[in-house]
């Protein structure tokens, strides 16, 4: 156990169960000569009411305006790269189940004779199996698989014909690290699903995805 006098205030002695509480409070500390003033918001202890304090104010008069919007407009229009759309998703389907979980796609989605689709190219890749008349369901077998040392469950998306099949947009090395460890997945990337897509397209038209149901 620390002892709890590695992380004791210089000032005014008092002690901190961790280093972090210990520099959180010096610098603000009221016996510290060289202390920190804490700056208390316009709006604190403002009653129910009350006007805010910058109703009417300019950012182009006011420099606490020019200040807060620098702040939070900062995030606006903010998009993700590729690789970090790929990583989002790659966790979004390791929670709870670490596998399939409806809806945690990025795509359009909804209901089609029964199944969820995730996305538009599932949609796609669905309505064509069915036109074909090919035997395709949800699959639900967990697959394991290692990753940074530590070994993780994966489901992969159908099974088509007895064939289990991954329909996938981004390779990552979390996906590389799947796949290596079941090469008997079928996997269909964009480029093998453009056939599908012109097949799907020509007959229903480029607005397939409102086929949903």
């Known amino acids: 156990m620390i002892n709890s006098a590695m992380h004791l205030c210089n000032y005014c002695q008092q002690t901190f169960s961790n280093s972090g509480g210990k ?23 403002a009653r129910k009411g009350s006007t805010n304090w910058a109703k009417g104010l300019k950012k182009e008069t006011d420099a606490r305006i020019t200040s807060r919007k620098g702040i939070s407009g900062s995030f606006k229009n903010k998009t993700h790269s590729s690789d970090t759309k790929a990583r989002l998703s790659e966790v979004a389907k390791e929670r709870k189940i670490g596998g399939y979980i409806q809806g945690s796609g990025r795509g359009k989605k909804g209901w089609y004779k029964g199944f969820f689709c995730d996305s538009s190219w599932e949609l796609a890749y669905i309505i064509y199996c069915l036109d074909k008349n090919l035997d395709i369901r949800r699959n639900t077998e967990k697959r394991k698989y290692e990753y940074n040392g530590v070994v993780k469950n994966y489901i992969p998306d159908f099974i088509v014909n007895g064939v289990i099949t991954e329909i996938k947009g981004y390779k990552t090395a979390q996906w590389l690290a799947k796949l290596s460890a079941n090469p008997d997945v079928s996997v269909l990337y964009k480029t093998d699903l453009q056939p599908i897509f012109a097949y799907v397209k020509a007959k229903y038209g480029a607005d397939y995805i409102n086929m949903y149901e």
């Open 23 to 45: 520099a959180t409070h010096v610098p603000y500390c009221k016996l510290n000569p060289e202390r920190i003033q804490r700056v208390k918001s316009p709006n604190a202890h």
